[in-house]
Each structure stands twice: as C-alpha cells, then as structure tokens.
C-alpha cells in the first residue's frame, strides 16, 4: 500500500506515524520506504536505509525490545541488580515449602495485577507450577516456559523468584526493556513499593533502561541525524590520515 503524503514540515510525517502505530493501523517498512523516496531527497539506498530504522523502532515499541528476537545481552546485568537488591532484602530470597510456594505462586496469577499485566497471545493467564529434580542443575533457581514455570528446591522455591518467573511468563521471554517493567510492577504490588523502586534503581545504574521511546523520526528528520553522523565519520577519518601523514 502506498499512502501519498504531503511534506510541507518535520512533524507532519512524524505525527502520521505515531498515530499509525497508536491505531494499530498497518504502516509497513515498505510504506516507509516509499514515504523516503517520496521526499525526493533519498536514493534507493538511503530510503532502504530509513526502512530498516522504521522497522526496527516500531518493533521495539510493538514488543518493548531494544534487542533483536533473540538475543538477551542484559541478562547478565539483570542478575547483578537482582543479586545486589537480595542482599538488602533477604527475606524476599528465603526459602520457604513447595506448598507455600505454591500458595504464593497462586495468590499472583489469579490477582489482578499479574491478569492486567499479561500480553497479548505472548503471555499466559494460567500459567502453571511444578518443581524440579534435586538433581537438576545448581545454577538454575527457576525456568520459565510456555508450559509455565519451574522451580528448583532449596534455591528457586522463594518469593523473588516466583515473582521473576511470572514476569516471564506475562509474555516476556528475556529480560528486556518489558520484562523489566513487568518484574518492577509485581515486585512493587507483593513485596514492597520501597523494593520496587530499589530495584529500579539497581537496573538504571548498570545503564538498564526501563522505557523505550515512541518516537519515530519523519523521514527528513532521519536524514538530517544520518548526514551528521555522515559527516562526523569524514572528520575523524580525515584527522587519523593527517596524523598517519
């Protein structure tokens, strides 16, 4: 589909887009490309180039992912912020029975904050608790999968970590931007408003965002940052010769 609109400003583009993307209305990479094209300031490969933005800055906003599908790069820094907020509340990380637990894990799925925070076909209303072998690996505390979630005994069976799984299985299956906000949300209604914003305060110092912008850049606007950057990679590539010179 190609929808022909009128550039006389920055914001007309810009305020058509969010508003596609608000609506839920089908604005493709491919209409952005054309949209490019249609400013007669870009080339084939600069419009290809604004259409890949485009995509990836409306999945991101569709998804609450800064990462491509499958790649989880902030695991790690997720698990330090949860390693350094256990240590100032660690009851929040003791252990309790399999039946408590179970009682626990209850009393959030059928609340109406764990039902209010699941997404779309992604996330599970009911999702369901086991607990694994013994045996299994030390390492791993918990799982979850989209047959619900797992806990090992004597290390995952506690309050945290339930509440780390559920966030998982409200639809988000990393440990992004959504997912950290989901985990913020039900830390705050069942252990604590206080621990919630800790914990927030743990992800923003390991530079661990908790929003993703939803702002699309019009295609002129693109191209301006793009020439900037353009034109700074000159600078800089010009100065290493002259020092090599």
């Given at each position: 589909m190609y929808i022909e609109i009128e550039i006389k400003g920055e914001n007309t583009m810009s305020d058509y887009m969010s508003s596609t993307i608000a609506q839920g209305i089908g604005f493709s990479s491919t209409d952005a490309y054309q949209t490019a094209l249609a400013t007669e300031r870009m080339g084939h490969d600069l419009a290809n180039k604004?259409?890949?933005?485009?995509?990836?800055?409306?999945?991101?906003?569709?998804?609450?992912?800064?990462?491509?599908?499958?790649?989880?790069?902030?695991?790690?820094?997720?698990?330090?912020?949860?390693?350094?907020?256990?240590?100032?509340y660690p009851d929040s990380s003791e252990i309790i029975s399999e039946k408590d637990c179970q009682k626990y894990f209850n009393r959030i799925v059928k609340s109406k904050t764990y039902q209010s925070l699941v997404t779309g076909s992604r996330g599970q209303s009911n999702p369901q608790l086991r607990f694994m072998k013994a045996s299994s690996s030390p390492r791993v505390a918990g799982q979850?999968?989209?047959?619900?979630?797992?806990?090992?005994?004597?290390?995952?069976?506690?309050?945290?970590?339930?509440?780390?799984?559920?966030?998982?299985?409200?639809?988000?299956?990393?440990?992004?931007?959504?997912?950290?906000?989901?985990?913020?949300?039900?830390?705050?209604?069942f252990l604590g408003v206080q621990m919630a914003k800790d914990l927030k305060k743990e992800f923003r110092s390991r530079k661990l965002k908790m929003s993703v912008s939803q702002n699309i850049m019009s295609?002129?606007?693109?191209?301006?940052?793009?020439?900037?950057?353009?034109?700074?990679?000159?600078?800089?590539?010009?100065?290493?010769?002259?020092?090599?010179?």
């Amino acid at each position: 589909m190609y929808i022909e609109i009128e550039i006389k400003g920055e914001n007309t583009m810009s305020d058509y887009m969010s508003s596609t993307i608000a609506q839920g209305i089908g604005f493709s990479s491919t209409d952005a490309y054309q949209t490019a094209l249609a400013t007669e300031r870009m080339g084939h490969d600069l419009a290809n180039k604004y259409a890949n933005y485009y995509a990836k800055k409306s999945r991101a906003i569709r998804t609450g992912r800064l990462q491509a599908s499958g790649v989880d790069s902030g695991r790690n820094k997720v698990y330090s912020a949860e390693f350094a907020l256990q240590r100032k509340y660690p009851d929040s990380s003791e252990i309790i029975s399999e039946k408590d637990c179970q009682k626990y894990f209850n009393r959030i799925v059928k609340s109406k904050t764990y039902q209010s925070l699941v997404t779309g076909s992604r996330g599970q209303s009911n999702p369901q608790l086991r607990f694994m072998k013994a045996s299994s690996s030390p390492r791993v505390a918990g799982q979850a999968s989209w047959n619900g979630v797992a806990l090992r005994p004597m290390i995952g069976t506690n309050k945290y970590t339930i509440l780390h799984e559920l966030a998982h299985t409200a639809g988000h299956m990393h440990h992004d931007v959504s997912f950290r906000v989901t985990l913020v949300k039900l830390v705050s209604r069942f252990l604590g408003v206080q621990m919630a914003k800790d914990l927030k305060k743990e992800f923003r110092s390991r530079k661990l965002k908790m929003s993703v912008s939803q702002n699309i850049m019009s295609p002129l606007k693109w191209l301006e940052g793009y020439n900037r950057m353009a034109a700074m990679r000159d600078k800089n590539h010009l100065i290493k010769e002259m020092k090599n010179d």
